[in-house]
């Protein structure tokens, strides 16, 4: 699969070129702007086997090819594009269409494509897909329910009490009489997630989700809801999606404060022999103090001066074990302050005082 020749091919024709595969939307030119995703994964429900779909929509066109395993290639065409302006009358036009088609699969898949025909779709004349859609993708998510933004901030936030209350207020009446009362209502339940899911997207972004993991759990659940027929109880399905995006982002922040924790501890052992103080981690490893406390308290129970104190003294047994440093040279090897210091922290961690592990061990001084 040759997609950086796709790359390439989006540039010279100046248009955004999509991959769907596995369920996933990827916009194949990074230098470009993502478009409306949530429109695209719908026009991709147009697409037939073995013929090139054309759609018109909004006075644009898209094509759409098929390629082996279920793939399909999104071309926009836009009023700039490069490729010959569309007439539906012209047979010019629709032979610098076919010619595309043929020229993106093959730049693709490697292999001269086996199909030749064009099917045509009006997607303005399909009130799920057209001008309408469009606008609800960008409608209010004050419009879905009363509280939403205190939805979108309790997950950010990771609060898990305030997400459950803002979810019990929502009422299935009320979003039918705002949002549905002009359309088809298992058409608008749809619509209505798929916009809910574009701000749920958009606020586990900002609060530290990676875009790439975001997107790919926007592109299944938007595919997963195209795909049903018909929908079970709509609160019970917004309230399934605001959980899904939830753990997504609570897995993350676990990993990351893991992440920190890790760092902060082989940082000390590494420094184990030098004064180690909280503002000389938090600034080698370009982290709050704040953020470090937390996140390793989070992982460990203890504080990270305690964690230091107990990392020196594990240390310092070593050192007793083998015989070879009186206490003065103990002390100063792991960076006391002072012998009398090392031997009250000693005593206050173990029990015992250093010359009393010392014996324990069999062992003099």
Known sequence: MKVKDLELFSEIINQKIYIWKNNHLYLVNKNNINGNRALIIKLLAFAKTNTFTLI?????????????KNILIYIEIKHNSKIKAFNLSSVESLLSVRQ????????YTGQDCPYSFITFKNAEQNSSIGRQTSQKTVISPELLFKNESLILD????????SVKEALRGLTHVQIIGEIFANNNLIRGEKDTLISFIASLTQTVVMSGLPAKEAYELEDSLIQAIELRPTLPLFTEVIQEIVWIFYNQLLDHRKKAVSSISERTSNYIQNHIREKITLSGISSALNTPKQTLNKAFEAKYSITINQYIRNKKICKAKELLRANILNLEDISKFLSFSSKSYFVQTFRQITGFTPKNFQRKNNNTI
Do not use: N, Q
Not at 56 to 68: D, M, N
Not at 100 to 107: D, P, S
Not at 154 to 161: A, E, G, M, N, P
């Open 154 to 161: 309790s997950i950010s936030k990771l609060d898990r009490k």
């Open 100 to 107: 595309t088609g043929e020229f993106v699969y093959k730049l």
């Open 56 to 68: 018109k929509h909004e006075s644009e066109h898209a094509l759409i090819v098929p390629c082996p």
